[in-house]
């Protein structure tokens, strides 16, 4: 029975990549009873079977362990179900812009966290830096030695000046990775520019939101020329974490793990708390207000469960 990658899924149809043959298929019914915590049985990155029907479509009929998935709280209709963005991941680069749209280093925060959480190594890309006047590019500046401090590879790039291009493709080459974010922030740009043979359709920010419009509908994973792929994902404009209780959530901000035995409760979360640690630790400026803030924010949402927006 022939195995396979899955490249693209678009919900009804699911594009599975057999030696160099793309695949249309579909899936099992029972797979779906068997994932019903889940928005979809199967994610891009899955290594699946399929039986090849007369056609020439195919049948997924199994899925083989994930070594990794992202995932975030489903909302809508399919509120408290597990979406799977992608599986199987090497790396994952969480892109912003500089403006058009404006950063936002909450997202950012909660997107870092999904990949503690879900144990896969993260960095950050801030793109369209060419239109960082001075004292935006100083805070962008500042934006980067903070997670570089922390332990984030944060890259500066502009494809109109081409700016780092060269060496973000030696950071994709060999590796399966991610580039997750906002809609209009030059994702699809940017997998243009480093690797032009991709020619991802690619869309500009609205004047009247300065938000991106949605021009990548599916995540969908390319094989570079080079070596390795790279998923192009849709535009998030909000992000639920799932499978995290408030006590735990300061393990998966670095900053603030080193502190965490000096809490005299081992529940502690580090908001209300006495002889917390933590807060000793803001207290003596050895953790930013910037992201304690962050992390309170975090906290409060995940307090709020399926009432969370995920912002």
């Known amino acids: 029975m022939p195995t396979g990658t899955i490249i693209r899924s678009t919900g009804s149809w699911i594009d599975v990549l057999v030696d160099s043959s793309v695949i249309p298929s579909r899936i099992r019914g029972r797979m779906r009873l068997m994932h019903g915590d889940e928005t979809q049985p199967v994610a891009v990155g899955d ?3 399929i039986l090849v029907q007369g056609d020439g479509t195919g049948l997924i009929t ?17 509120i408290g179900k597990r979406q799977i963005l992608i599986a199987n991941v090497d790396y994952i680069w ?13 997202l950012i925060d909660r997107l870092l966290v999904a ?23 100083s805070t962008v500046k500042k934006l980067r030695t903070r997670y570089i401090q922390l332990g984030y590879q944060t890259i500066l790039t502009s494809v109109k000046k081409r700016k ?10 060999g590796k399966i990775s991610v580039l997750l974010g906002p ?10 520019s480093i690797d032009p ?33 790279v998923a192009d994902t849709p535009g998030i404009r909000e992000f639920g974490l799932l499978d995290i209780e408030p006590w735990e959530l300061a393990h998966y901000f670095p900053d603030l793990k080193p502190h965490l035995d000096k809490c005299h409760y081992s529940a502690c979360t580090h908001d209300h708390e006495p002889n917390c640690g933590v807060k000793d630790a803001h ?16 906290l409060h949402s995940l307090h709020l469960g399926e009432a969370d927006i995920g912002r």
């Not at 939101?209 to 080079?226: E, V």
């Open 47 to 49: 290594h699946v079977s």
């Open 62 to 78: 199994e899925i083989d362990e994930r070594h990794n998935c992202l995932y975030r709280r489903a909302a809508g209709r399919k």
């Open 94 to 106: 969480i892109v912003q812009a500089a403006e058009q749209p404006p950063l936002n280093p909450g």
């Open 115 to 137: 990949c503690e959480a879900q144990d896969i190594p993260a960095g950050l890309i801030i793109n369209k830096i060419d239109l960082a006047y001075s004292q935006l590019l």
């Open 164 to 173: 780092k291009l060269n060496l973000l493709r030696s950071r994709f080459s």
């Open 183 to 192: 809609s209009g922030v030059g994702k699809s740009s940017l997998l243009n």
């Open 197 to 229: 043979g991709i020619n991802v359709p690619v869309d500009s920010v609205s004047q009247k939101t300065n938000k991106g419009r949605h021009t990548t509908a599916h995540t969908a994973l390319y094989p570079l020329s080079g070596g390795g792929s």
């Open 283 to 298: 207290g003596r400026q050895k953790i930013s207000d910037a992201r304690y803030d962050s992390y309170l924010n975090i």
